[in-house]
């Protein structure tokens, strides 16, 4: 079966670039998306298509997918993009990665 | 304003049965593509079923022959029926609108709040 991988955690600083990556075999032949889930919430789309934003998301969100691995960008991290942070893609049913909890310190 | 409301969550001892439903405003489902999504303590989302707009489902091998998806359009409400439920299927059970634009690409939202399924003796 496929299988996403996302690293489990990741830091920023305030005000500075955040990277959350997606690996999975030969991912960029496919469409990827990107979910946020704060604390004691439903998850919430950021990006779907590999670098659409839904409306409402502000654009520091952003993401791109190449070669095996799909990255989400948060240009100018805030305190309040904390969260976890979810990959997902269709490769024959819905895949979903572990997760990657984004800490803001 | 669209919102989706689970209810029907609880807890069930293992082989039980629960209906749990999703009560959905702002859009009509059965010209949607609705599915569930769960969410064991602590660990990532699984999908677990989808419900076409020509009412084709599809099941999460997981839960296949267990669970039932369904859709009353008088009420405009998803629903998952549950069956032989097991302790690993104890998690936070979501309903969200399920966009599928073209072959190979799907993405999920509006999502509701969750209600909690655990499956305990």
């Known amino acids: 079966s496929y299988e996403l991988t996302q690293p489990p955690s990741v830091s920023v600083s305030p005000g500075q670039t955040a990277s959350i990556t997606c690996s999975g075999d030969?991912?960029?032949?496919?469409?990827a998306s990107w979910y946020q889930q704060k604390p004691g919430q439903s998850p919430l789309l950021v990006i779907y298509?590999?670098?659409k934003r839904p409306s409402g998301i502000p654009e520091r969100f952003s993401g791109s997918n190449s070669g095996n691995t799909a990255t989400l960008t948060i240009s100018g991290t805030q305190a309040m993009d904390e969260a976890d942070y979810y990959c997902?893609?269709?490769?024959?049913?819905?895949?979903f990665g572990g997760g990657t909890r984004l800490t803001v310190l | 304003e669209v919102q989706l409301v689970e209810t029907g969550g609880g807890l069930i001892q293992p082989g039980g049965s629960l209906r749990l439903s999703c009560a959905v405003s702002?859009?009509?489902?059965?010209?949607?593509?609705m599915s569930w999504v769960r969410q064991a303590p602590g660990k990532g989302l699984e999908w677990v079923s989808v419900?076409?707009?020509?009412?084709?489902?599809y099941y999460a091998a997981s839960v296949k022959g267990r669970f039932t998806i369904s859709r009353d359009n008088s009420k405009n409400t998803l629903n998952l029926q549950m069956n032989s439920l097991r302790a690993e299927d104890t998690a936070v059970y979501y309903c969200?609108?399920?966009?599928?634009?073209?072959?190979?690409?799907?993405?999920?939202?509006?999502w509701g709040q969750g209600t909690l399924v655990t499956v305990s003796s």
């Open positions: 298509e590999n670098n």
């Open positions: 969200a609108r399920e966009t599928i634009p073209a072959a190979g690409t799907v993405w999920f939202g509006p």
């Open positions: 702002g859009f009509t489902v059965s010209s949607n593509y």
């Open positions: 030969k991912l960029g032949n496919k469409y």
């Open positions: 997902q893609t269709w490769a024959g049913t819905v895949v």
């Open positions: 419900i076409y707009s020509g009412g084709n489902t």
